[in-house]
């Protein structure tokens, strides 16, 4: 039985209290990509235009002069880079670009792009003035990617005709497009291909009291009656991911609707989001198996990415991709050179003493 699957008392020892499902439950639920089943994009909450577009206050006023720029000069804006981790919008302002643009948009993606000769045919048949959304544009093959250099850069693609020794490349002129790419890992873009953008954004995780504009704006297009502490209290366990905000609203609209509740208040949001073991800091059992794990096996570390997986059962991969970043970005935990460890804010959480010199929250 690993860590997960327990609970520790206050010594940090383990007692059993196995539940495999709740595990995949209550990780799915903070997961900040679509989970099975879920649009990429919510039609029914996205955003439309830019001014429905919460918060991000300073990435939407310069995108609106870029935007309203290139309006007033009747020209297809530079390419556009949206970059940040998922769930924040991405997609999201890459469909509002061409809504205020007023123009149709092409959406594809890194991975559906196998071939250079693919991504040809979507770009021969681009209208003038038309948005290609290019998603994890970071994962197009290499040839796609220098295809796409010059058709951004000079309006063209070379179409090969024939094959072998008697092959001939014929330049094929390209109505003016722009092209939105969205990645999570700008760092593995080659720079050749971000020196073609002319506008990048980055997206950064959204402040409690704009998580909490945002759940009161999904809850009046839901037809959901909340109360402002009960959005503020949903805003604070939502990792300040709109994604994991807008299911976690769903979840507690279940919850309303099943106890007859027709106003969703602070209570409603604490039970159903205990149920689900999402906890007030936006923790869920993964995360308190890490803590548990660093602070009860390990004396608050340092521990390897290795060891802290295996104690809690769970591949390094996830407990890097999935668990990590959020409790160092919360200040749970440090990575040192020697390893991961728990901070006083840990500790703390977890109810338990710290030893004397834990590290200190920043
Ligand atoms: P990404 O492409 O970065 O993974 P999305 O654009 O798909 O993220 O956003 C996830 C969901 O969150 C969308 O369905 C949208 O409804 C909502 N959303 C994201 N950002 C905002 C925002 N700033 N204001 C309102 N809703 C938002």
Known sequence: MSLYESELDANGAGTVQSNADARE????????????????????????????????????????????????????????????????????LAMIVAHELETPIRITSGPAIQHAGDLASILSSLEEGEVLFIDEIHRLPRPAEELLYIAMEDFRVDVVVGKGPGASSIPLTLPRFTVVGATTREGMLPSPLRARFGFTAHLDFYPRDEMRRLIL??????????????????????????????????????????????????????????????????????????????????????????????????????????????????????????????????????????????????
């Open 25 to 92: 439950e209550s990780l799915r639920m903070v997961s900040a990509s679509p989970i099975n089943g879920e649009p990429v994009s919510d039609e029914e909450l996205r955003p439309s235009g830019l001014d429905e577009f919460i918060g991000q206050p300073r990435l939407k006023a310069q995108m609106k002069l870029f935007l309203n720029a290139a309006i007033k000069r009747g020209v297809a804006p530079d390419h556009i880079l949206l970059a940040g981790p998922p769930g924040l919008g991405k997609t999201t």
């Open 217 to 362: 704006r999904s809850a009046t297009v839901l037809g959901v009656s909340i109360d402002e502490d009960a959005a503020d209290q949903l805003a604070r366990r939502s990792r300040g991911t709109p994604r994991i905000a807008n299911r976690l609203l769903r979840r507690v609209r279940d919850w309303a609707v099943v106890h007859d509740l027709d106003h969703v208040d602070i209570d409603a949001v604490t039970q159903a989001l205990d149920l689900y073991q999402i906890d007030t800091e936006g923790l869920d059992r993964l995360d308190m198996a890490v803590l548990k794990a660093i602070c009860g096996s390990f004396n608050g570390g340092p521990v390897g990415l290795n060891n802290l997986a295996a104690m809690v059962g769970e591949e390094s991969e996830t407990v890097e991709t999935v668990c990590e970043p959020y409790l160092v970005r919360e200040g749970f935990m440090v990575r040192t050179p020697k390893g991961r460890v728990a901070t006083l804010k840990a500790w703390r959480h977890l109810n338990l003493r710290p030893p004397e010199g834990a590290e200190p929250s920043f």
